[in-house]
């Protein structure tokens, strides 16, 4: 993989989660951990999402998560064509659909959503995460510094990137808070469902596989003024475990 045209902080922040050089020798991630917070349950599936292992392909937005909804199940999320594919251990299709992202067109997160839909959210979000800082430098990906954020009695350097449509996301544009030491504190984007501003929180950063991971993850609505608005975590991520090959 190489490296991309010369952007200092970004260069920095690649450097502290482990370097583009360990990255490129990495193409799976496996990682277990519990996806929590009140939405799940809003959405219909309380407590659904607590014990999870997640694999994903590091060159391409392919992620499967076992198991799903039920013991025995497996969810599986694919572009080019964008899909999501609901499967048995045995590898016979339960559900599946194409084109997905229309699905959730007129909907919100007061509407219902079924485990396909859940899935693709949750598939192509944690494919992000994970990938992050090193998708920054994917094809297509623009990135360029603005002014920097106070936050927390310290003053967080930020990054706005701009993803290409082949690239699904929660949003076109992100913006990207990195603290002094170049590690990820903060993620702001767009929820397409219902349009609200999220504020995504890392913390508890573990070294895995030679690479630097936040363990905790917390995602707050965010307020007009850019301020994160606490008193409610909607969503929550713990990370156990990340292995690479």
């Known amino acids: 993989m190489r490296r991309p045209a010369s952007n200092e902080l970004l260069d920095v922040v690649l450097d502290a989660h482990g370097g583009l050089e360990r990255w490129s020798g990495i193409s799976t991630l496996t990682a277990t951990l519990a996806i929590g917070g009140p939405l799940w349950g809003q959405l219909g599936f309380p407590d659904a999402f607590l014990d999870e292992t997640l694999t994903i392909d590091t060159r391409r937005q392919h992620a499967v998560f076992t198991p799903w909804t039920a013991p025995g199940q497996s969810l599986t999320f694919d572009t080019d064509p964008e899909r999501v594919v609901l499967q048995t251990a045995d590898g016979q299709t339960i559900d599946s659909?194409?084109?997905?992202?229309?699905?959730?067109?007129?909907?919100?997160?007061?509407?219902?959503?079924?485990?396909?839909?859940?899935?693709?959210?949750?598939?192509?979000?944690?494919?992000?995460?994970l990938t992050t800082p090193f998708l920054l430098t994917y094809p297509g990906v623009q990135t360029r510094e603005i002014t920097p954020w106070q936050e927390d009695d310290g003053t967080w350097r930020r990054l706005l990137a701009t993803f290409p449509p082949e690239i699904?996301?929660?949003?076109?544009?992100?913006?990207?808070?990195f603290g002094d030491d170049g590690l990820l504190r903060r993620l702001d984007y767009t929820v397409e469902a219902d349009g609200g501003r999220a504020a995504h929180y890392t913390e508890g950063y573990k070294t895995f596989a030679g690479l630097a991971f936040p363990t905790r993850r917390q995602v707050y609505r965010r307020n007009p003024d850019g301020t994160p608005d606490r008193s409610l975590a909607a969503i929550t991520l713990d990370i156990h475990e990340i292995t690479g090959a």
């Open 168 to 177: 699904t996301t929660h949003s076109a544009e992100q913006v990207f808070y």
């Open 97 to 129: 659909r194409t084109s997905p992202r229309s699905d959730h067109a007129g909907q919100d997160l007061n509407s219902p959503w079924d485990a396909l839909q859940v899935g693709y959210f949750l598939s192509y979000g944690l494919w992000n995460y």
